[in-house]
């Protein structure tokens, strides 16, 4: 019998990872190449300076013994001649050993190596994941700036106010103002940095404003017009808030007492909102919720009802001794869960095939059906077809045994990677109605079922959550969870929409397999009961 698992979802000591499996390790090895370059250059700079060195000190002894008698020094004609050697060559030489550029081989490596190297969209896009998983996870910037990342010590003042501009420019005003007080409340401790309090002041100052908080908004401008008198815009900010707050006060003197009850009542709901910007997913709170492991809607009653047994898919010829494992994770969508449906040697060899492939994950543009990035799936993802190698064409058999349903009109097994905050927000597998074409050219009808293969353990984060039901389903090696995404009737199973929560600690490898309609005609007979 299978023990049901219970998954602590995050450690109480927040630590983020922020590597993806590939090609972010190859940039791990591109950094470490370029530390032993530069360290040759030190190396070579350095003996050059001790070459000079002991130059200079051997002049330093030769011309104080010279200068005590130059007549008599001079007399001796060796020393003429020494003299004239040394001014004629030697210092020519000196001279071209002190012009000597030892930097060109650290330079050359950096030039080779400068086309790997991540660009501007690339850490902004680290930046934003990182705030993703602030959000997320509601990991404060004190936990994290003060953090314990891997290979790296705490966020520095110029890490805070990198994420704080950022933020910025994109009207974010709330990451803002979060993370240019952390790179403030570092200043004021003490860090040294090469951003100057008084930058970081106008930045805060202006978000707090932005977000309705004047009072506040004018305290820091005036602690900037300390360090900077003459700061144009702090000293134009003054005055402005200065006089919008005396304006607000002279309504509320004039007010009566239901007029400021009123007000007081708008000030405490504007403040209760205020936060995160809105955004286009209405069910953020309740998608980060359920990836934190709150708001999970099972009840005693109905989790009585799930069990775990040993399965041989209606007594099939594979299974019958040897029967797989299995778990019931949820019961409306019915999700069930296969462990140990891949061995270690089997997960390895899939994503040796992936790793060199594995490319920006696309989605299917619901009204044109062309795959494209989208901001809100963020990971890295291959194609395996059967024909390449006999692991994955044993995967895909295994698929069709354990589930009954016929894997020859499936997509191919797709490989995924989930790394520097990596999630797929809330979506659905299957075609919706108001999307006719969504599959056409596969030409084998919506996708009726879902197979999902976790290839890594993940420390924390990382969950697959259904939106819809309140379902969280965690990551487990080598286990494979299934579920329907269309009734027997071929509609839409809505409660299936579900989502991949961001990696918060480790790596997230999995692979799917999307099941056609075609071919389960006599596998899964159509049928007008929804809840058969």
Not at 196 to 216: A, H, K, P
Not at 300 to 329: A, I, T, W
Request: proline share 4%; aromatic share 10%; charged share 30%.
């Amino acid at each position: 019998m299978v023990e049901k698992c219970i998954h602590a979802l995050i450690p109480q000591k927040y630590r983020l990872l922020a590597f993806n499996g590939h090609p972010m390790t190859d940039l791990l090895y591109t950094e470490k190449d370029l530390v032993t370059s530069l360290k040759d250059y030190i190396r070579a700079e350095e003996s050059k300076l001790e070459q000079v060195k002991k130059w200079a000190q051997k002049l330093d002894v030769l011309s104080a013994t010279a200068t005590q008698d130059p007549e008599g020094f001079l007399g001796h004609p060796v020393n003429a001649f020494k003299l004239m050697k040394r001014l004629n060559t030697e210092w020519g030489e000196l001279e071209s050993l002190v012009l000597k550029d030892m930097s060109d081989g650290f330079i050359s490596n950096l030039t080779i190596q400068r086309q790997y190297f991540p660009n501007d969209d690339d850490q902004t896009g680290a930046a934003k994941a990182l705030m993703r998983l602030q959000d997320t996870y509601r990991l404060d910037t004190q936990t994290i700036s003060t953090g314990e990342l891997p290979g790296e010590g705490p966020m520095t003042v110029e890490d805070c106010f990198e994420l704080g501009k950022i933020a910025y420019s994109d009207a974010d005003y709330y990451h803002t103002e979060l993370w240019m007080e952390q790179a403030l409340k570092q200043l004021d401790g003490g860090e040294e940095s090469t951003v100057d309090m008084v930058t970081i002041l106008d930045y805060l100052s202006y978000s707090i404003y932005q977000q309705g908080e004047l009072e506040r908004a004018l305290d820091y401008t005036k602690r900037l017009l300390k360090l900077d008198s003459a700061h144009q815009r702090a000293n134009g900010n003054l005055k402005y808030f200065e006089y919008q707050l005396a304006k607000q006060k002279k309504v509320e003197a004039e007010e009566g007492l239901k007029e400021k009850e009123k007000r007081e009542r708008e000030k405490r709901e504007a403040s209760e909102k205020k936060g995160r910007p809105a955004d286009y997913l209405p069910e953020r709170r309740k998608y980060e919720q359920l990836c934190r492991g709150e708001g999970i809607k099972m009840t005693p009653r109905r989790q009585s009802r799930m069990f775990c047994r040993y399965s041989d898919n209606n007594r099939h010829p594979l299974y019958v001794l040897g029967p797989v494992k299995q778990e019931d994770e949820w019961d409306r969508p019915r999700i069930i869960r296969y462990h140990d449906v891949l061995s270690n040697s089997e997960i390895e060899k899939v994503k040796e095939l992936a790793k060199p492939r594995l490319r920006r994950a696309t989605i299917s543009n619901p009204i044109t059906g062309v795959l494209e990035t989208a901001h809100y799936r963020i990971s890295k993802s291959a194609w395996l077809t059967a024909y390449e190698d006999p692991v994955v064409d044993k995967i895909n058999q295994r698929i069709e045994d354990i589930t009954g349903l016929n894997v020859k009109t499936a997509e191919e097994l797709q490989v995924a990677n989930y790394g520097v905050g990596g999630q797929y927000e809330p979506h659905f597998d299957f075609g919706r109605k108001d999307e006719p074409d969504a599959f056409k050219e596969l030409g084998t009808g919506n996708r009726i079922a879902t197979w999902l293969i976790y290839m890594s353990d993940v420390p924390s984060g990382g969950a697959t959550v259904f939106t819809d039901v309140g379902a969280a389903v965690w990551p487990k090696k080598g286990s494979a969870v299934f579920w329907y995404n269309l009734f027997p009737s071929g509609e839409g199973d809505y409660s299936t929409r579900h989502a991949a929560c961001p990696v918060l600690v480790g790596n997230k490898w999995v692979s799917n397999k999307w099941i056609h309609e075609r071919g389960q005609e006599f596998r899964r007979r159509c049928t007008l009961d929804e809840s058969d």
